[in-house]
């Protein structure tokens, strides 16, 4: 089983993001605290005007790959949650929204154009 969690950062009028910190430190950082728990990686995914939409709730979003519950759960309760969680204020003057899910199905070419 893949538990899969979703962070999306909110586009709001006064929503200000740091893709640069965001990539280079703080997904760094991720990925250096949290593989131990069990993250077997992640993707990034900023949002744009869809067909059928001009507006998008979220600006850009990240999905974080672990191997199962539990180890997801270890991470966000872990010592070095703090850490991970207290870094977000330096790449956004946003909160993200959080959702948790197990990875039911997956097809076609994921990461192939």
């Given amino acids: 089983m893949v538990y899969t969690v979703t962070v999306l950062y909110p ?3 006064d929503a200000k993001y740091d893709l640069e910190y965001y990539l280079s430190h ?3 950082l991720v990925d250096r605290l949290w ?3 069990g993250l077997h990686g992640w993707t990034v995914v900023k949002y744009g005007p869809g067909v059928t939409e001009d507006r998008i709730p979220y600006f850009f979003g990240c999905v974080l790959f ?3 519950d539990h ?3 270890q991470a966000f309760q872990g010592p070095e949650a703090a ?3 207290g870094d977000i204020s330096k790449f956004s003057n946003k909160q993200p929204l959080f959702l948790y ?3 039911i199905s997956t097809g076609g070419t994921v990461g192939r154009v």
């Fill in 11 to 13: 586009n709001e009028a």
């Fill in 35 to 37: 593989r131990k728990y």
């Fill in 83 to 85: 850490e991970v969680l």
């Fill in 26 to 28: 703080h997904l760094p």
């Fill in 101 to 103: 899910g197990e990875r």
């Fill in 71 to 73: 180890a997801a759960k």
């Fill in 66 to 68: 672990y191997e199962d």
